[in-house]
């Protein structure tokens, strides 16, 4: 066992769970990359801004960090923040799941409010203007994570690890949000060689891929209206951008926790379900990941709370036999396999 003297020395090396497989050898594959400190990828990418910004002399001992955060991001801050003796300000509004909120104020980070908008939306536009100000205000460093290249350059390790896990990585899944994740980790597979399939997936109402701006409830993905989508968006290293209700999505995290016992957020819920649904669009024998940027168990009053979800119209029975059917189709597409395999038929029989 090796011991470290860090938590953030604890950031890599997360496990793969898979999900399915189907009878032409595709597989599905989780990584389970919520099994980092703080519960998030996000930490990988808070770590390697705030190395960015101290190797380039915008960071200096005793500095000041500010944030706008739907929680994950921030903290993956407040951790670096507190091992380094930085000070941290997160800007946040009551959109964010309540847990996150607690861990944040639990290591120590300073809580900025706004109100959320009158429609019961995300409010990504006042927390970035906010922040801003803060910064000039106050002189504190502000890392923009949808425009700093350190969010995608925090992936690289995650990239690396695929690669010595599996070998090949055919199709990345992932919700997509800053970007950083989804492209980061693309970027980075392509220049080790990899010829991988990005596919973005992003809640409906949001507009990152110019769809019609709505309100939607999955947490730190998507863009809502007005807000400018980030640099760490690489469009270019996009092969399928895919929108996903509410609904589908948290069926997605529900019935993945039923089967499995692993409780996953609602934005890796809806990369899982697009995976599911298109697992046979890929050629046989592909392996897909789907990235698990965000633990289950701060969502448990909400994505796995029934009455939760039926208080906002997102309570689908019919999207969770959907999704369980999906899983019951490929396992019985592999036992075909193996009996077909096992007694072949002759040709002209």
């Given at each position: 066992m090796t011991i470290v003297q860090r938590a953030s020395d604890l950031i890599g090396n997360t496990p793969l769970l898979e999900l399915a497989r189907t009878g032409t050898g595709t597989r599905l594959l989780l990584k389970l990359d919520h099994l980092n400190p703080t519960g998030s990828c996000k930490v990988r990418m808070a770590r390697q801004m705030i190395d960015e910004a101290e190797l380039e002399g915008r960071l200096r001992p005793g500095g000041h960090i500010v944030e706008p955060t739907s929680g994950n991001t921030?903290?993956?801050?407040?951790?670096?923040?507190?091992?380094?003796?930085?000070?941290?300000?997160?800007?946040?509004?009551?959109?964010?799941a309540r847990e996150k909120l607690g861990m944040?104020?639990?290591l120590g980070a300073e809580l900025v409010f706004v109100e959320c908008p009158p429609d019961g939306g995300v409010s990504s536009v006042q927390r970035r203007r906010v922040a801003a100000r803060i910064a000039a205000e106050t002189g504190a460093y502000h890392p923009d994570q949808h425009n700093h290249p350190g969010n995608g350059n925090g992936y690289a390790g995650l990239a690396r690890e695929l690669?010595?896990?599996?070998?090949?990585?055919?199709?990345?899944?992932a919700a997509i949000g800053t970007g950083g994740s989804l492209c980061?980790?693309?970027?980075?597979?392509?220049?080790?060689?990899?010829?991988?399939?990005?596919?973005?997936v992003e809640p409906v109402g949001s507009i990152i891929f110019?769809?019609?701006?709505?309100?939607?409830?999955?947490?730190?993905?998507?863009?809502?209206?007005?807000?400018?989508?980030?640099?760490?968006?690489?469009?270019?290293?996009?092969?399928?951008?895919?929108?996903?209700?509410?609904?589908d999505a948290f069926a997605g995290a529900r019935v993945v926790a039923r089967r499995t016992?692993?409780?996953?957020?609602?934005?890796?819920?809806?990369?899982?379900?697009?995976?599911?649904?298109?697992?046979?669009?890929?050629?046989?024998?592909s392996a897909v990941v789907v990235l698990c940027n965000d633990?289950?168990?701060?969502?448990?009053?909400?994505?796995?709370?029934d009455e939760w979800l039926r208080a906002r119209g997102v309570l689908d029975e019919l999207a969770h036999r959907r999704v369980d059917r999906w899983f019951t189709t490929y396992a019985e597409s592999v036992r075909v396999a193996m009996r077909d395999k096992a007694f072949p038929v002759a040709v002209g029989a």
């Open positions: 921030g903290n993956g801050l407040a951790l670096v923040a507190l091992e380094r003796g930085y000070r941290f300000t997160a800007v946040v509004d009551h959109h964010a944040l104020r639990a690669v010595r896990q599996l070998g090949h990585v055919d199709v990345l899944v980061g980790t693309a970027r980075a597979l392509r220049a080790a060689g990899a010829g991988t399939h990005a596919v973005a110019g769809g019609a701006p709505g309100i939607y409830h999955q947490t730190g993905a998507g863009s809502p209206a007005g807000f400018p989508v980030g640099d760490n968006v690489d469009r270019s290293l996009i092969g399928e951008a895919h929108r996903v209700s509410d609904s016992g692993v409780l996953v957020g609602g934005t890796t819920g809806g990369a899982i379900h697009v995976a599911l649904r298109r697992l046979y669009a890929y050629p046989a024998g633990a289950g168990e701060k969502y448990l009053d909400s994505v796995y709370d």
